[in-house]
């Protein structure tokens, strides 16, 4: 790899603050995962589950940063300012009329769909009510990610890096007075959470206003290019998070020590996948902006470098994670069987993480280009005809936590194998303020 590369300041100027605010989020979940570990295994393992359908429920819905981001980086560069302004006023509506839904679809039926995760006893009460307190600050994520969207787009990182860090501040400090000051235990933490998500919300619709828009009312001629982007970044956001519920609830049914060590593995993947995706957001601005102008050369040179930057960062990762092999675990989880179970599966999990960086990087710089339709299949491919097939098939041959991360391992191999074969063939590289669509 080269050591230094003419994009390579650009690309930091992006990335770093980026980095700042995706850490923030999963730092908090995995401070939360450690807050509650200690409180007992059931408490863990509804957290698993209640926190599995959470975050499924708020990613699925990504599309609205991604797509946001892409769409107002072209407009951008095509120096179309009021057009990504009323862009902007579009994706507020669109999240705030599905977090609503969101919302009351996830309080009423909590029951179920903890049954359908496998939860019981003691267990499934505690994550039914964990579900039901944390879905009420859906509404106020999901704005927070179209907020995010536009800021980004507009190569604007430093405002959501201070709203983000310091609602997730205070939500670590919440759930220090609500779970043990107040004695709410898991009740506190979700609790702790809405009361951030809720004030994060009010920060980015404030961000949201202040762009420039020839209108701000709601139209459904102007949602169309977002939400046909956003359909196709659903769909494949979708499959990758089916593939996380089916590895949830096969373990379920494997025992709550497995369920358990899935939960600590899950959340420091997720960490992990969002710092390794600050390089992917810096390729969706300038991609997206690159190709807006008319420079198609310019951003492939550019994404190329930032597939090799992503790819140095998965390894730094995964030397040390294999390091930490002893002491990590014991920070979550202070029971001896559930940290057996993160042994089986800690050194397959440190060593995808250079496979992770080409992964999220190569996403990054095809969502930057409108290249969505694409990544939709693909993920389809790698999720039902991989993963779900060697997880149900871990569960029948009891092969354990163990199988299903050597199935979420071959999703991702096959995710690098066809987003490369994109890359390299250079067809997602379209220029113009829009995409032209096949």
């Known amino acids: 790899m080269r050591l230094r590369s003419p994009y390579d300041r650009e690309i930091l100027t992006l990335a ?14 995995l401070a939360d995962t450690a807050m509650v570990g200690h409180l007992g295994t059931e408490e863990l393992a509804a957290l698993a589950i209640a926190a599995t359908l959470l975050i499924g429920a708020f990613t699925l819905f990504n599309f609205l940063t991604y797509g946001t981001t892409a769409q107002v980086a072209r407009l951008t560069g ?32 909590a029951v179920p769909l903890v049954d359908l995760m496998g939860g019981h006893g003691r267990t499934g009460d505690l994550a039914v009510l964990d579900l039901r307190i944390g879905s009420l600050g859906l ?34 400090l919440l759930n220090l007075l609500f779970i043990y000051g107040l004695g709410w235990g898991l009740a506190g933490s979700a609790s702790a959470t809405v009361v951030a998500q809720l004030g994060m919300g009010v920060a980015f619709v404030a961000a949201l206003l202040r762009a420039p828009a020839a ?5 459904f001629a102007a949602m169309q290019p977002l939400a046909r982007t956003g359909w196709e970044i659903f769909v494949r956001t979708t499959a990758l998070y089916a593939s996380f519920l089916v590895a949830s609830a096969v373990l379920a049914r494997v025992g709550n020590d497995s369920l358990a060590a899935h939960q600590v593995a899950f959340q420091l993947f997720v960490f992990l996948a969002l710092v390794l995706d600050a390089v992917a957001i810096a390729g969706q601005v300038i991609v997206g902006r690159s190709l807006g102008a008319g420079g198609a050369e310019e ?17 730094v990762f995964a030397a040390v994670m294999l390091a930490l092999i002893d002491v990590l675990p014991r920070v979550f989880t202070s029971d001896p069987a559930v940290i057996d179970e993160l042994h089986k599966i800690w050194p397959l999990f440190a060593l995808m993480q250079p496979v992770n960086g080409a992964v999220f990087a190569l996403d990054g710089i095809l969502i930057g280009a409108g290249d969505t339709r694409f990544l939709m299949w693909g993920m389809l491919v790698a999720s039902l005809l991989v ?41 997602w590289a379209i220029v113009g303020a829009t995409r032209a669509r096949a």
């Open 139 to 172: 509404p106020f994520a999901l704005i927070a990610l179209a907020g995010q969207g536009f800021l980004r787009g507009v190569s604007d990182l430093r405002t959501p890096l201070v709203i983000v860090v310091v609602a997730n501040v205070v939500n670590v």
């Open 16 to 29: 770093v603050p980026a980095l700042g605010a995706l850490a923030a989020e999963p730092l908090y979940l």
């Open 78 to 109: 095509a120096a179309e300012h009021t057009e990504a302004g009323r862009l902007a006023s579009q994706a507020l509506w669109l999240a705030s009329g599905i977090g609503v839904v969101l919302t009351a679809t996830l309080v009423a039926l």
């Open 387 to 427: 993963f779900v097939p060697v997880a149900i098939a871990s569960l029948a041959f009891e092969l354990g936590i163990a199988g299903v991360w050597c199935g979420l391992l071959g999703l991702i191999a096959v995710r690098l194998g066809t987003c490369g074969w994109r890359f390299r063939g250079r067809r």
């Open 215 to 219: 209108s701000r009312r709601p139209s």
């Open 299 to 315: 951003a492939y040179r550019a994404a190329r470098r930032m597939i090799e930057l992503a790819v140095v960062a998965g390894g």
